[in-house]
């Protein structure tokens, strides 16, 4: 190999230059890294989900916090300690998780002192029937009675689960409510099974039905028409139809106010209020009748 100069001169130029742009490319990715933070054009990270549109700001909710008693190793919470007194509370809707306590805590304690009273104080809109008569078929099977308080509303299943409990020990405070309902329900899809779901629904409203009326020792057939409808009863009239047996009285108790009543009886359409609550006159001609064709 011969050497030449001209190309030792070039390539001397080429590594200059070289470096020249090495030494220029760090100083400006230092100048930008500096002035990112002020810039308004800043790289967003991988994987940033777009930014939310104004909106207000949400609530934070704090877990509804259950009171304790006791000290120490003896501390419980309110509802563990009622446990121990062997008082079960439903002050929800019923649900599959609402069932599975319930049962769970009713065989325990059933399993604990077979012959002693296990109460339930219920507070419930309803919910689901299946959940509902699995409690029932607990309350049913274990060999303690079972007391049951409404307190607030008993609706739907709550109402049911209120008339199961063992005749005479079955209660509620003088200001609650009670409704009484045939099942709720909807399905979609195919022609055939939207005809099973309604079997099964009609079904399940039979059972129902004739569960409480062996619970009020009242006719079938007056079940299936006063749960046609929502049928709302004061404690008194509970007491009358035969879903409870005592009303607890208060201390003091005040004169209740009388309960209004409807006017018109049900069923009712909202077209025909006016005329059955205003009859219209009938007119009758006491003119002979003309003829006025030939």
Not at 170 to 182: D, E, G
């Amino acid at each position: 190999l011969k050497y030449h100069p001209h190309l030792a001169k070039m390539s001397s130029i080429f590594l200059l230059a070289l470096l020249l742009s090495e030494s220029l490319l760090c100083s400006t990715l230092n100048i930008v890294g500096s002035n990112s933070r002020n810039s308004p054009f800043r790289m967003a990270p991988p994987n940033t989900p777009p930014a939310e549109p104004n909106q207000p700001p949400k609530r934070e909710t704090s877990p509804v916090l259950i009171p304790t008693v006791g000290l120490g190793k003896d501390q419980y919470d309110v509802i563990s300690r009622l446990l121990k007194d062997r008082i079960l509370l439903l002050g929800s809707e019923v649900n599959d998780d609402v069932a599975n306590v319930m049962v769970s805590q009713m065989l325990y304690l059933a399993s604990a002192d077979p012959t002693a009273d296990i109460t339930i104080y219920i507070n419930s809109p309803g919910g689901s029937v299946q959940a509902g008569l699995a409690i029932f078929d607990t309350m049913q099977y274990i060999p303690c009675d079972v007391n049951t308080v409404c307190f607030g509303m008993a609706a739907s299943m709550g109402a049911f689960l209120l008339s199961a409990g063992t005749k005479g020990k079955r209660r509620s405070l003088p200001n609650s409510r009670i409704m009484i309902h045939q099942p709720l329900g909807g399905s979609q899809g195919e022609a055939t099974d939207l005809e099973i779901t309604a079997k099964l629904m009609l079904h399940t409203k039979e059972v129902l039905n004739t569960y409480m009326a062996a619970f009020c020792s009242q006719p079938i057939d007056k079940l299936r028409e006063d749960t046609d409808r929502d049928f709302y009863m004061t404690p008194d009239e509970a007491l009358s139809y035969g879903l409870i047996d005592q009303v607890i009285q208060h201390k003091k108790m005040i004169a209740r106010p009388k309960i209004p009543s409807l006017k018109v009886p049900p069923p009712l359409s909202i077209y025909d209020v006016g005329n059955i609550a205003y009859p219209q006159k009938k007119y009758i001609s006491t003119d002979p009748v003309k003829k006025t064709w030939s």
